[in-house]
């Protein structure tokens, strides 16, 4: 009894084998597994993936790899000469002893014989000028007799002239300008200069004269 039980249990068992067997021949033969491998399902990953934008490499100068660590040190100041004090150029000063203007002024006699000669000088310089102007009819009429009237004025007393008269052509006069001869005018102006510092001397000198 127990063989035949044994029996029938083997061959129940081999039965569902076969049907098993065949049941999975009838199949595609492959065994699909529920995962992200189908289409449709690939499809809804691809959708509810999030979406990464290609980000452009930075330049070079702001990689933060490219970039210099500040320095804490401050620049150098630039280098600036050393100031130099400016050259005091004193005013020329004539050193040729025959120029009348080295010439003391101590007395009052020192000075009217300063100025003479600088006055000399001046006729000197200014008299070839002159003379080439007449001859050539540069000059100007500035009376008809032959006796001068004139000298007194401000005009005259700071210009350098020249006059030639007589004959029964009356005066004429060449007169330089300070723009046209200013070397000239030196000479003239420490003649002017001269002449005050007579006057203003002549008149403290007879100041103290005159019986108290």
């Not at 595609?28 to 290609?54: F, H, N, Y």
């Not at 930075?58 to 050393?82: I, M, V």
């Not at 203007?101 to 008299?127: G, S």
Request: hydrophobic content about 35%.
């Amino acid at each position: 009894m127990n063989t035949r039980a044994a029996f029938f249990l083997s061959v129940t068992t081999a039965a569902a084998g076969f049907v098993a067997a065949w049941l999975i021949f009838r199949s595609d033969g492959t065994c699909k597994i529920d995962d992200a491998s189908s289409p449709v399902e690939a499809r809804g990953l691809q959708r509810s993936a999030p979406q990464v934008r290609a980000q452009p490499e930075p330049p070079d100068l702001e990689r933060p790899d490219s970039r210099e660590p500040a320095s804490t040190e401050r620049p150098s100041e630039p280098t600036t000469p050393a100031a130099v004090p400016a050259k005091i150029v004193a005013a020329p000063v004539t050193s040729d002893p025959s120029d009348p203007r080295t010439y003391p002024e101590r007395t009052l006699a020192a000075i009217e014989f300063k100025r003479d000669e600088i006055t000399k000088l001046l006729i000197q310089k200014k008299q070839p000028i002159v003379d080439q102007r007449f001859d050539s009819g540069q000059f100007e009429h500035v009376q008809d007799d032959d006796s001068w009237r004139g000298g007194d004025s401000e005009w005259e007393r700071h210009t350098i002239y020249s006059l030639r008269m007589g004959k029964g052509r009356g005066v004429d006069r060449v007169a330089l300008s300070r723009e046209e001869f200013p070397e000239l005018y030196v000479y003239k102006d420490e003649e002017v200069r001269l002449s005050g510092l007579i006057q203003t001397r002549s008149a403290a000198e007879a100041e103290r004269a005159a019986p108290k």
